[in-house]
């Protein structure tokens, strides 16, 4: 197993000024972690632990970050999540996907880190932007509105939108990458990892595969869905849907009263029947608004945590498309 050197250790300890008795902290994660005592890997979203989980198998300890029902882009460290990160074998990052997490790589030397960005191709932040939503208006309410629901800005996300998952084939090749990376870590399992990353792939294949079905078998050609915040731009871009959001990638962003004028226009113009919103984001905006045009409200789960150990990534999948394909019917 490789571990980080007693060096690494000292200079995060140093830095946080804490003596002696706070590296016993480091033994002790927060979060959910898996119990073993094989590879240390670090994760901050349910579809990466799922990967890890899958290929891994029993040759990883895996400590996700996040809580089960919280919002994922508001992570916040603790010192002993902080020393987890430090000292930990491997850490799946997505770049500008959660502040703290960042910072917390950033004060350290990153050879335990694999950058998503890095293996896999990112769609930009502008991506999902709702163009349709802004018919009319004029060049400052149009930079306003983008600042306030089509941007990114908030928690400032960078340039790429990190949702990633919502293509399974991305999740697939993340899956191909993660294996290579831990058979590196641990040679004498590394056929175990890429057989494991095989098996993941072919799943994920078949997932897309009746996703590409489900969706296609909609009969509505535009296929419009308005959600809390733009979260699932890789699902339409994966299947040719028309993601709307509310607010942009961040969820914490506020529509304004123009914002939701234009939502209304779309909602008539697309025929638009049902608003999504998400459990790890309040619900209030997105039912108010439903409420207010006389129509249906339902939950998407944007897959950023696991809601229930029942349901696995391709069990949401296929219940997201359920719901979706519901509302166009």
Known sequence: MSHASPLRRRTLLSALGLG????????????TAADGDGLSVVTSAYALSFLVTRIGGEHVALTDLTT??????????????????EEAD?????????????????????????????????????????????A???????????????????HDHGPNDPHFWHDPLRMADLGDAIAARLGELS????????????????????LDAELTSAFEEVTDERRTFITS????????????????GISGIDPETEPSPQR??????????????????EATASPKVAQTLADNLG??????????????????????????????AESWA
Not at 136 to 154: F, I, K, L, T, V
């Open 229 to 244: 915040h733009a979260a699932y731009t890789y699902l339409a871009d994966r299947y040719d849907l028309h993601q709307v």
């Open 187 to 206: 040679p004498e399992h590394a056929e175990e990892f890429t057989s494991a990353a095989a098996t993941v792939r072919e799943e994920l294949e078949q």
């Open 260 to 277: 939701l004028l234009a939502l209304e226009t779309v909602v008539r113009d697309e025929e638009v029947t049902t608003i999504f919103f």
């Open 68 to 85: 089960p029902g919280a919002d994922a882009h508001g992570l916040e460290l603790s010192v002993k999540q902080t020393m987890l990160v």
């Open 295 to 324: 129509i249906d409200s339902a939950e998407l789960d944007n897959l950023e945590t696991q809601q229930s150990p029942e349901a696995d990534y391709p069990a949401v999948m296929r219940s997201n498309c359920t719901a979706l």
């Open 136 to 154: 009319g208006e004029s060049e400052e309410e149009h930079a306003e509105h983008a600042e306030e629901g089509d941007s990114h800005e908030g």
């Open 20 to 31: 002696a008795g706070a590296a016993l902290l480091a033994a002790c994660g927060e979060g």
């Open 90 to 134: 491997l850490v799946l990052q997505i770049p500008g996907f959660q502040t703290a997490l960042d910072d917390a790589i950033a004060s350290q030397d990153g050879d335990n880190v694999l950058d998503v960005s890095s293996v896999i191709t990112l769609l930009p932040a502008d991506a999902g932007s709702a163009e349709e939503g802004h």
